[in-house]
Antibody, heavy 119, light 105 residues
Framework: QVQLQESGPGLVKPSETLSLTCTVS????????WNWIRQPAGKGLEWIGR???????NYNPSLKSRVIMSVDTSKNQFSLKLTSVTAADTAIYYC?????????????WGQGTMVTVSS | DIQMTQSPSTLSASVGDRVTITCRAS??????LAWYQQKPGKAPKFLIY???SLESGVPSRFSGSGSGTEFTLTISSLQPDDFATYYC????????FGQGTKLEI
């Protein structure tokens, strides 16, 4: 079955760029929307954005100016870059799959990766 | 932005109880609502979509209802494995989650 695995640095300095990758295994990355969602410790979930392999993307308006997402179909991977990070960006970051076409719910999730913003 | 508000924030219950969690949207979202279950240290697990459609493999004791701005998740007979935090998510416009309801013994 399809599995997702996040990877990337666990510690990022303030004002720098957070970079994460999600590897999709057990299925194709094509024809689905791939999402990033984050969760600060002990708090709720915040959708960051989504992207499909055609290049179409949508971002949370509150984060849009700092988010860049990309997809690499040859590696079955998609990536997140979040620029100018602050301590408020400290969270567990999840990648997740959505079907698209109005079905913007997340049926498969990665296990999550903790990212701390600190000097 | 569409805001999602869940109630209660915490719910104490016992095995065998029937429990209901409510999720309210700040504007109509038709039936574009999903529910998730999250246990400590784990990713959320997808339960229900389109307000009342059960994901494959989810036990039938879980059910969802509602439309417009008010929705409910009901667990008909609580099992030990059900004690977790539950989140609703609207997908009428992008995606927004409720703040969560912690179901505890």
């Amino acid at each position: 079955q399809v599995q997702l695995q996040e990877s990337g640095p666990g510690l990022v300095k303030p004002s720098e760029t957070l970079s994460l990758t999600c590897t999709v295994s057990g299925g194709s990355i094509v024809s689905y929307y791939w999402n990033w969602i984050r969760q600060p410790a002990g708090k709720g979930l915040e959708w960051i954005g989504r992207m499909i392999t055609t290049g179409n993307s949508n971002y949370n308006p509150s984060l849009k100016s700092r988010v860049i997402m990309s997809v690499d179909t040859s590696k079955n991977q998609f990536s997140l870059k979040l620029t100018s990070v602050t301590a408020a960006d400290t969270a567990i970051y999840y990648c997740a799959r959505a079907y698209g076409g109005g079905s913007w719910f997340f049926d498969i999730w990665g296990q999550g990766t903790m990212v701390t913003v600190s000097s | 932005d569409i805001q999602m508000t869940q109630s209660p924030s915490t719910l104490s219950a016992s095995v065998g109880d029937r429990v209901t969690i409510t999720c309210r949207a700040s504007q109509s979202i038709s039936r574009w609502l999903a529910w998730y279950q999250q246990k400590p240290g784990k990713a959320p697990k997808f339960l229900i979509y389109k307000a009342s459609s059960l994901e494959s493999g989810v036990p039938s004791r879980f059910s969802g209802s509602g439309s417009g701005t008010e929705f409910t998740l009901t667990i008909s007979s609580l099992q030990p494995d059900d004690f977790a935090t539950y989140y609703c998510q609207q997908y009428n416009s992008y995606a927004t989650f409720g703040q969560g309801t912690k179901l505890e013994i």
